[in-house]
């Protein structure tokens, strides 16, 4: 049974990056078909889709927040990654890992990471 | 990109059929997929590639789609359905590489 597991700090001040961890188990990370995505949640709020990366080593971002979203595999460790640079209290949210899976054109996301609140505050 | 619509608020009385919406354009090219997230807890993905259920999500989950609209259907509703429910689905603007969600729909059991 694969599991995600999220971490990294829960507080972030405002003007740096956020780093966040998320721990694949139960598969590799090279499984074809799955690309390994981050989303997050304002509190209170919905979905948001902030990207994935292939293991390969592709990415692709929304295009809201691009400029300063970087999500990158390690695939020794079983491990993707998403830094969030120039934070500020609007990156405040639960942070989602997930793996989305492509079949035929369509997609979905599962399983979920328990996910792990950032606060962005001095 | 492009953007998937979702009723806000929905109720339903216990042991009824209630089925939410989702809407969007890129409907007409990509299946929905939806998720259940009650409170402090991850999303679970209910159903996917239009009307598949996951192991272990019970079969009063099915789903539906017609043209730029797909629909989840709870038939016999439990009260541990009270739940938010979103739906997404690739996004049809651009490359099709990026992913788009609903604003969600809150589901109230009377």
């Known amino acids: 049974q694969v599991q995600l597991q999220e971490s990294g700090p829960g507080l972030v001040k405002p003007s740096q990056t956020l780093s966040l961890t998320c721990t694949v188990s139960?598969?590799?990370?090279?499984?074809?078909?799955?690309?390994w995505t981050w989303i997050r949640q304002h509190p209170g709020k919905g979905l948001e889709w902030i990207g994935y990366?292939?293991?390969?080593?592709?990415?692709y971002y929304n295009p809201s927040l691009k400029s300063r979203v970087t999500i990158s595999v390690d695939t020794s460790k079983n491990q993707f990654s998403l830094k969030l640079t120039s934070v500020t209290a609007a990156d405040t949210a639960v942070y989602y890992c997930?793996?989305?899976?492509?079949?035929?054109?369509?997609?979905?996301?599962?399983?979920w990471g328990q996910g792990t609140l950032v606060t962005v505050s001095s | 990109s492009s953007e998937l619509t979702q009723d806000p608020v929905v109720s339903v009385a216990l042991g009824q059929t209630v089925r939410m919406t989702c809407q969007g354009d890129?409907?007409?090219?990509?299946?929905a997929s939806w998720y259940q997230q009650k409170p402090g807890q991850a999303p679970v993905l209910v159903i996917h590639?239009?009307?598949n259920r996951p192991s272990g999500i019970p079969d009063r989950f099915s789903g539906s789609s017609s043209g730029d609209t797909a629909s989840l259907t709870i038939t016999g509703t439990q009260a541990e359905d009270e739940a938010d429910y979103y739906c997404?689905?690739?996004?049809?603007?651009?490359?099709?590489?990026?992913?788009?969600f609903g604003g969600g729909t809150k589901l109230t059991v009377l």
């Open positions: 890129s409907l007409r090219s990509y299946s």
């Open positions: 997930a793996r989305d899976r492509v079949v035929v054109g369509d997609n979905w996301f599962d399983p």
């Open positions: 990366i292939y293991y390969t080593g592709s990415p």
């Open positions: 997404s689905s690739r996004d049809n603007s651009g490359s099709h590489l990026g992913r788009v």
């Open positions: 590639s239009k009307d």
């Open positions: 139960g598969d590799s990370i090279r499984s074809g078909g799955y690309f």
